[in-house]
T-cell receptor, first 110, second 115 residues
Framework: LAKTTQPISMDSYEGQEVNITCSHN???????ITWYQQFPSQGPRFIIQ???TKVTNEVASLFIPADRKSSTLSLPRVSLSDTAVYYC???????????FGKGTMLLVSP | DTEVTQTPKHLVMGMTNKKSLKCEQH?????MYWYKQKAKKPPELMFV???????INESVPSRFSPECPNSSLLNLHLHALQPEDSALYLC??????????????FGPGTRLTVL
């Protein structure tokens, strides 16, 4: 079971780029890395997923180094509405590896 | 339709009551999940149904009883709960790709309070 470690909290200002790193030292060969965003009293929302190198979509980028022991979620030009908890999840085959990490509380200020 | 719906939004029940939570999706997903989330904690996986069969039961007490009547519906039957079971109960669904990398779509949750 790949355990994940993230910073508990991060602060930023509107318009800045935010990078949140997740450590997953014992990631398995078949595991994917997925990031979710959660607002208070709502269900998590999928942001991005990757296996290796770099993945980019309309809201974020995900950087995964060659050893895959960590990953970095990059949020370009954050706004106040990006204030939320961000979870890194390492997902393998089957469903027994679905353990959310403790999450990173991102606070974006004006 | 890319939505997972959950009813009710809020539920207050006594320790002797029997109630049910309902979850529905119409995305053709073949995997459905129940999570429990306490305040300021990450979601904890409770159950997974894959192709309408219970695949994962994360040592959940028997006072929680899941049911998957068909591929679009997921229920969680509650009986004789304890106050510490008060939490946000989240339902999610995914395509059911067993090889991994299966994006989950979450519902808004049911806020449960046990008195």
């Amino acid at each position: 079971l790949a355990k994940t470690t993230q910073p508990i909290s991060m602060d930023s200002y509107e318009g800045q780029e935010v990078n949140i790193t997740c450590s997953h030292n014992n990631i398995a060969t078949n595991d994917y890395i997925t990031w979710y965003q959660q607002f208070p009293s709502q269900g998590p929302r999928f942001i991005i997923q990757g296996y290796k190198t770099k993945v980019t979509n309309e809201v974020a980028s995900l950087f995964i180094p060659a050893d895959r022991k960590s990953s970095t979620l990059s949020l370009p030009r954050v706004s106040l509405s990006d204030t939320a908890v961000y979870y890194c999840l390492v997902e393998g085959s089957g469903y027994s590896t679905l353990t959310f990490g403790k999450g990173t509380m991102l606070l974006v200020s004006p | 339709d890319t939505e997972v719906t959950q009813t009710p939004k809020h539920l207050v029940m006594g320790m002797t009551n029997k109630k049910s939570l309902k979850c529905e999706q119409h995305m053709g997903h073949r995997a459905m999940y129940w999570y429990k989330q306490k305040a300021k904690k990450p979601p904890e996986l409770m159950f997974v149904y894959s192709y309408e069969k219970l695949s994962i039961n994360e040592s959940v007490p028997s006072r929680f009883s899941p049911e998957c009547p068909n591929s679009s519906l997921l229920n969680l039957h509650l009986h004789a709960l304890q106050p510490e079971d008060s939490a946000l109960y989240l339902c999610a669904s995914s395509q059911g790709r067993l090889a991994g990398g299966d994006e989950q779509f979450f519902g808004p949750g049911t806020r449960l309070t046990v008195l």
